[in-house]
């Protein structure tokens, strides 16, 4: 997977190191067996969030309710995040701020 360099920050600071770190699929991350209860995800990468949600195996995990930073409130418009989630037969349910909340209808 691509993930994108940092190239400093907005209000000024400087890089003071880069490493380099092994990326791993969400379906190699996630427990084979998920504990009893409601379950929760939330996905906050900058701007790659449609990556981490299509390395998630939606057979074996799928949680309750999903957080994802959307810049773009699904609510204004249909977003490349909200058509897939809806396409897992998620539902938008609310919004805080740049953070998208969808319930699992199933």
């Keep these: 997977m691509r993930v994108p360099r940092c ?4 209000l000024g600071h400087k ?8 990326v791993l699929p969400l379906r190699e991350i996630l427990p084979l ?10 996905v906050d990468v900058e701007g790659e969030e449609m990556g981490v949600l299509v390395m998630n195996d939606w057979v074996k995990f799928r949680p309750d309710f999903l957080l994802i930073e959307d810049l773009t ?3 204004q418009r249909k977003t490349a995040v909200s058509e897939f989630l809806s396409s897992k037969n998620y539902e ?12 699992r209808l199933e």
Excluded: H, K, N, Q
């Design 7 to 10: 190239r400093g920050s907005a």
């Design 92 to 103: 938008l349910i609310g919004i805080a701020g740049v953070t998208s909340l969808y319930r």
């Design 15 to 22: 890089i003071a190191a880069r490493y380099s770190v092994r």
């Design 73 to 75: 409130p699904p609510i």
């Design 33 to 42: 067996e998920i504990p009893p209860g409601p379950t929760v995800m939330t």
